[in-house]
């Protein structure tokens, strides 16, 4: 898995793309990082595109000092900008916990992208 900082300060992983495979993009959940999902990478890297990143504030990515900058929109956009970077144009979206609330939020706005959603403890 390759490790980087996006121009927007979220630092992601991510195997080497092919594109006869579906994306599968990771969200964690709050106070978490994208090491919550080390396990689920090794098991798709070989059949998948896995990409997982830490929510702004989280993890090895930008911590925003304004409270204004964790509303579930802006997480939410930085998926959108970060899939847009890498080229995404369908993927599917898995989300554990708060990141569900990000995920429904994503998929609001940009539901024709995601070909599939799995919400996991999603305490709705």
């Known amino acids: 898995m390759k490790e980087q900082i996006f121009q927007n300060g979220l630092y992601y992983r ?5 594109n006869d495979r579906l ?23 070989e059949k998948y595109n896995v990409l997982s990143f ?19 929109e802006k997480f939410a956009e930085d998926i959108n900008e970060l ?8 993927f599917a ?3 554990h916990s708060f990141g569900t609330y990000i995920a429904f939020e ?14 996991l403890s999603p305490g709705l």
């Open 106 to 119: 994503f998929l609001r706005k940009h539901q024709d992208k995601v070909v599939l959603a799995v919400f």
């Open 23 to 45: 994306t599968l993009v990771f969200v964690h959940g709050l106070s978490g990082s994208s090491s919550a999902w080390l396990l689920y990478e090794k098991f798709f890297e």
């Open 54 to 72: 830490d929510l702004r504030g989280h993890g090895k990515s930008l911590k925003y000092k304004n409270y204004g900058d964790y509303r579930i």
């Open 14 to 18: 991510m195997n080497e793309f092919k």
């Open 93 to 95: 979206l898995v989300s």
């Open 83 to 90: 899939i847009t970077h890498l080229a995404i144009n369908k």
